[in-house]
C-alpha cells in the first residue's frame, strides 16, 4: 500500500464511503498520505506537507486528547495506530473517521513505521442518525401532543399560563 495508491469511493450499507493511505515512518516521525486523506482534512493533494502536530490540530477538541495519546503511544513503542474519532477540516465541517493501520516494516523486518487507511465514516454517521430520527419522531410528536393537551387542562382547570402550566 502505498499513499499515492488505490483512493475510491465504496457503499457501505448504502452511504458512499471515503477512504486514503497514510503512512508514518518513525525515523524522522515523517508522513505522508493519499490526496483522499489530504481532502478530508480540507486540502488539496500536495498542497500542505502532514505532520503530527498538522494532524492532531485537526482532531476534535473532545478526540484529541485520546489521539493525541494514541500517536504518541504509537511512536514510542511501535504498535500501529487504529482509532474511530472526529476530524475537523479547514472549513470546519466534522468528518467521522475510523483509521486502522499495520506495522511498517523494512526489508529485513524492523518495525519502520505504521501504515493504514483512513475511512471517512460520515455519510454512515448522519445516515444513520436520520433513520434514528425517523423512527422515534412518530413517539416524539405522540408525546408533545400529550403535553400540550395536559397543558392546555391545566392552564382551564387552574387558570395559569402556558409557561406555569409547563412548570406545573
Known amino acids: 500500500m502505498h499513499p499515492s495508491g488505490h483512493e475510491a469511493m465504496e457503499a457501505v450499507d448504502g452511504a458512499p464511503q471515503s477512504f486514503g493511505a497514510f503512512r508514518l515512518f518513525f525515523d524522522g ?7 483522499d486523506v489530504a481532502r478530508m482534512h480540507g486540502y488539496a493533494p500536495g498542497e500542505v ?40 477540516d ?4 466534522v468528518h467521522h ?33 436520520r433513520q434514528s430520527l425517523a423512527e422515534t419522531m412518530p413517539d416524539v410528536i405522540a408525546a408533545r401532543e400529550d403535553i400540550d ?14 409557561d406555569r402550566a409547563v412548570d406545573i
Not at 476534535?60 to 486528547?65: C, K, R, T, V
Not at 506495522?103 to 442518525?129: A, K, N, P, Q
Open 29 to 35: 516521525e515523517r508522513w505522508e498520505w493519499s490526496g
Open 49 to 88: 506537507l502532514p505532520t503530527t502536530e498538522l494532524i492532531l490540530s485537526h482532531k476534535h477538541p473532545d478526540d484529541a486528547p485520546a489521539v493525541r495519546e494514541r500517536v504518541r503511544h504509537t511512536l514510542s513503542s511501535g504498535d500501529p495506530f487504529s482509532s474511530r474519532h472526529r476530524i475537523i
Open 149 to 162: 393537551r395536559a397543558k392546555g387542562v391545566l392552564m382551564f382547570v387552574y387558570g395559569v399560563s402556558a
Open 97 to 129: 473517521i475510523i483509521v486502522v493501520a499495520d506495522r511498517m516494516l523494512s526489508d529485513d523486518h524492523e518495525v519502520i513505521g505504521t501504515e493504514g487507511y483512513y475511512i471517512d465514516i460520515t455519510e454512515t454517521v448522519e445516515s444513520e442518525v
Open 90 to 93: 479547514t472549513a470546519g465541517a
